[in-house]
């Protein structure tokens, strides 16, 4: 195989099997290889804290492709098999088994690692994180009736894993740091919203927690917190966020900022070799920052996007976020960034449903986050979507007032 003729993408995830997917549909006759370090076919992530922990599907039925798609699109999908090194020089891949491969383009799909906890303790059997397969069959492998779950960060991961197990009939407490849930990701008032709805549940939700070790011959069997006290459990879930998987990119000697550092065109300082996904960082037009995001529609957008750029299309990125999360039987959806803007308006969009709409300083909204069920907030989430990328100045009372269709709001762009 020559460089000429090969594009390599690294990290068989939600981003790199989307892209192997672009690459051919957009005409790339050559050879295609996807490494991945996973053993398993690339599958969603999403089902792991929700469907696959409440036993109602396994990771596999989550495969972003048939089993057949690799063979008919002649992508060699390399499973278990980590890339080590990126010459950038000789436009090559070496991989973990020391076979050296060359590429015309090289898209870096490594996604993200769930960050641990430092504390003594934190290596004890039944102290689990949640990114891959094997993760979510070992927590699964936890749940049920009685059993004791502790859960430490009310980040969206330890919130979904929480729901989860207490729908399994665990006893669930969950342990926060913070003064409150999800404090970069929504406002207070949804953040609020579903620890209410966690409470009622009976999950044990507690906010300005430190976690001083966990204790336990062999396997974990309690916390020891900041004020002393012992909290007895059966296992522990560790949601504390995570951090992008730069290693072979910093090693190659490719900007990191944050993750790895693209410009517009999710192209690295490196004309060969893109990044994508969780793994990287990049200049949003709409927010003037460079920012990264942790979510399925990002993966799915940026794949697509690198792909047909590596396929000598010139375009920018300038999808509009939008993330959601599902507890229990609620929903949240959220277009934008609020955290970068204060809630000015809320919208009652059903029975027990609401949109918060975030505007910057400027006036300018910034992000809408929908609480409730998905057919009262998904059709107005949608359109929030379109009103921030049309970069819309709307007076707040508009918002709120459920009588005017938001639809309606869009023919008024402002630019
Ligand atoms: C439990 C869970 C639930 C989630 N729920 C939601 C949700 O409800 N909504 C939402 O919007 N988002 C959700 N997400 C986030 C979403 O799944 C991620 O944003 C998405 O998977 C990112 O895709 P990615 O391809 O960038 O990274 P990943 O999907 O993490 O894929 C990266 C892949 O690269 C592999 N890799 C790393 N290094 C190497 C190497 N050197 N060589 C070969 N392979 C390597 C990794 O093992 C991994 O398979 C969830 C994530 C998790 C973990």
């Avoid at 396994?58 to 010459?87: K, M, N, W």
């Avoid at 994180?129 to 927590?139: M, Q, W």
């Avoid at 492998?141 to 859960?151: D, H, K, Q, T, W």
């Avoid at 957008?301 to 010139?314: T, W």
Wanted: negative net charge.
């Amino acid at each position: 195989m020559s460089a000429g003729d090969a594009m390599v993408v690294v990290g068989g995830g939600q981003c790199g099997a989307r892209a192997v997917q672009v690459l051919r549909e957009g005409g790339w006759e050559g050879a295609i290889t996807l490494i991945a370090d996973e053993a398993a076919q690339p599958y969603e992530r999403p089902p792991l804290s929700k469907a696959v922990l409440l036993g109602e599907r396994t990771p596999e039925q989550g495969a972003i492709h048939r089993e057949a798609f690799y063979r008919e699109q002649r992508v060699d999908l390399r499973s278990d098999c980590a890339a080590s090194t990126i010459d950038c020089a000789a436009q090559t891949v070496t991989l973990a088994n020391g076979e050296t491969l060359p590429y015309h383009r090289l898209l870096i799909a490594t996604g993200a690692e769930p960050r641990r906890m430092s504390v003594p303790g934190a290596d004890l059997a039944g102290v689990h994180v949640l990114r891959n397969a094997g993760d979510a069959l070992a927590i699964a492998g936890e749940l049920g009736p009685g059993r004791r779950i502790a859960v430490i960060g009310a980040g969206f991961i330890g919130l979904e894993v929480a729901a989860s197990a207490r729908q399994r009939g665990c006893e669930v407490v969950v342990f926060e740091a913070a003064p409150r849930a999800l404090m970069r990701a929504v406002p207070a008032e949804v953040a609020q919203r579903l620890v209410d709805l966690h409470r009622e549940r009976g999950v044990d939700v507690r906010f300005d927690v430190q976690v001083r070790r966990f204790e336990g011959e062999g396997h974990v069997n309690g916390i020891v917190l900041g004020d002393g006290a012992v909290v007895p459990c059966d296992a522990v879930v560790v949601g504390v966020g995570v951090a992008p998987r730069v290693g072979l990119a910093q090693e190659a000697g490719l900007a990191i900022d944050n993750g790895i550092a693209v410009d517009p065109m999710l192209c690295t300082g490196d004309p060969h070799i893109y990044a994508a996904g969780d793994v990287c960082s990049f200049v949003h037009p709409l927010y003037g920052r460079r920012i990264r995001l942790e979510c399925w529609r990002n993966a799915e957008d940026q794949a697509r996007l690198a792909a047909l750029n590596m396929l000598g299309h010139d375009e920018a990125y300038s999808a509009v976020p939008w993330f959601w999360s599902d507890q229990y039987d609620m929903t949240i959806q959220i277009a934008g960034l609020p955290a970068f803007g204060s809630t000015k308006a809320v919208r009652a969009t059903g029975s027990a449903s609401k949109v918060f709409f975030a505007f910057d300083e400027a006036g300018l909204l910034v992000g809408a986050s929908g609480v409730g069920q998905t057919g009262e907030i998904a059709r107005d989430v949608r359109v929030a979507q379109e009103l921030i990328a049309r970069r819309m100045r709307i007076e707040p009372e508009r918002l709120a007032d459920s009588a005017t269709k938001l639809k309606s709001l869009l023919a008024a762009a402002v630019q």
